[in-house]
């Protein structure tokens, strides 16, 4: 078994299997793990504890020597320290926003593509949670019985999501901006993100038509043999708690940094109006990713 500590926030172990030699001391309860499609071995986290200050002031306080080797430390990259792995303070982050089936989803995956970014959906988040750990079994036990999943437990799954994405290096925050999209979605949401993300840009994704946004949400979920998706009351019913509940996130950030972008073109269409926003961001924060 090879494994990867960080003794600060958690560690990760990557293991070939359930029949892995498990050290004594580690016998007692295996942590959370989480699984990604192209990964070849699931990545297995220690539960993070509740963050405070303690560890941002003893790095503040001991010598620049003792904290990290670069003479100019980079915030957005993870550093060893005595403590462990210190991750970013806060992720450099596009925010993709908008309507059920405006093309949040369409839009992320393509600009996850380009060198730069990088795209997380929260519906990743779920479909990326072991079952069997403890994260996993709360998220069950709401789900199964309908229920939504609380803001704090999402924002911990999603916590411990990005931290994973940053070790493995799948995601390297002093390269890539950070794509979300599904997340968050209300207000709360917004609040305890607040703290995890740099919020450079916030694309809000516009359906001036209502009744052609019903009818693509309709064929959609026709097309992928998703037919209570395709009842026309459901559809309408995502519409009416989008606006009561996610919509108003967009008065918690700056007015300055949001661009609306017309979703109602083909997706090459889109994607032009959306490459002209994202771009100018990407060039002031971060090199070319292809030349740096």
């Keep these: 078994m090879e494994s990867l500590r960080s003794g600060g926030e958690c560690s990760a172990d990557l293991t070939q299997g359930s029949n892995s030699s498990v050290p004594a001391q580690h016998s007692r309860k295996f942590p959370p793990t989480l699984r990604f499609p192209n ?31 670069a003479p100019d430390w980079d915030p957005r990259i993870p550093v060893l320290t005595a403590k462990g792995l210190r991750m970013p303070r806060r992720y450099k982050t596009i925010l993709l926003f908008g309507a059920p089936g405006a093309g949040k989803g369409t839009q992320g ?64 925050p002093h390269v890539d901006i950070l794509v979300l999209d599904g997340i968050p979605r209300n207000v709360n949401q917004a609040k305890h993100l607040d703290k995890h993300l740099d919020v450079l840009e916030v694309l809000h994704l516009v359906c001036p038509d209502i009744e052609a946004m019903v009818q693509r949400m309709r064929r959609r979920a026709l097309k992928e043999n998703r037919i209570d998706d395709a009842d026309e009351k459901v559809i309408r019913k995502r519409f009416e708690v989008y606006d009561q509940e996610t919509k108003p996130v967009l008065d918690c950030y700056p007015k300055e940094i949001i661009r609306e972008v017309n979703a109602m073109g083909s997706p090459s269409e889109v994607l032009q109006h959306v490459l002209e926003l994202v771009v100018p961001v990407q060039n002031k924060h971060f090199r070319n990713p292809l030349t740096s």
Excluded at 40 to 67: G, M, N, V, Y
Excluded at 144 to 158: A, F, Q
Aim: aromatic share 8%; with cysteine.
């Design 39 to 69: 990964a070849r071995t699931p990545l297995i986290l220690r539960p993070i504890p509740p963050e405070d200050d303690t560890e941002e002031r003893l790095l503040t306080s001991a010598p620049r020597a003792q904290t990290h080797s």
């Design 109 to 172: 995956k393509i600009l996850g593509k380009v060198p730069g970014f990088f795209h997380l959906a929260c519906g990743d988040v779920f479909r990326s949670l072991d079952m069997s750990s403890d994260l996993g079994k709360q998220f069950l036990a709401f789900s199964s019985r309908g229920e939504l999943v609380p803001d704090e437990l999402t924002i911990e799954m999603w916590r411990q999501n990005m931290h994973a994405q940053t070790v493995l290096s799948l995601y390297k």
